[in-house]
């Protein structure tokens, strides 16, 4: 019931976040054929580049390669994304995305924490993603500060 549950919040609620991510499984999964897994109740994609890891909704993509130690925090880390849009449906682009989107890719976000030796996690909504994926699996991430 309570897997249902997640699942009819998510794509009622949380509709418009799981259409761009159910699209982009679509693109990397399915037409490009990048490898994907379940973890949870989400589904990862893992997509080559020089990048990091992104959410919408149920669906995680991840860079390809990566080792195993960033992709277990990682998975984690994306994961809990996944339970702030469920719990904030369409809010979750104003109070997550967009502040985690410039917080990771603006040159003055990047210097500052550089600069100030600031961890990235210190932002509130990705602190958050950790706390929520952390207790969602159960797992422990290792290296998330």
Not at 19 to 44: D, M
Not at 74 to 93: K, M, V
Not at 115 to 128: A, H, I, K, P, T
Request: hydrophobic share 40%; charged share 15%; aromatic share 20%.
């Amino acid at each position: 019931m309570k897997k249902f549950l997640f699942y009819l919040i998510q794509w009622t609620w949380a509709l418009p976040i799981n259409l761009i991510g159910l699209i982009g499984y679509l693109i990397f999964a399915v037409i490009r054929g990048c490898r994907h897994e379940r973890f949870y109740n989400a589904t990862v994609t893992y997509v080559p580049g020089n990048w990091g890891g992104i959410s919408f909704g149920t669906f995680i993509f991840m860079r390809e390669g990566a080792d195993e130690e960033w992709s277990y925090d990682t998975r984690i880390h994306e994961y809990g994304h996944t339970w702030q849009a469920l719990l904030l449906g369409p809010l979750w682009f104003l109070v997550v995305a967009i502040p985690s989107f410039i917080w990771c890719n603006f040159k003055p976000c990047i210097n500052y924490r550089k600069n100030n030796n600031v961890s990235y996690y210190s932002l509130y909504c990705e602190g958050w993603a950790n706390s929520w994926g952390q207790k969602a699996t159960g797992l422990k991430q290792k290296n998330a500060k």
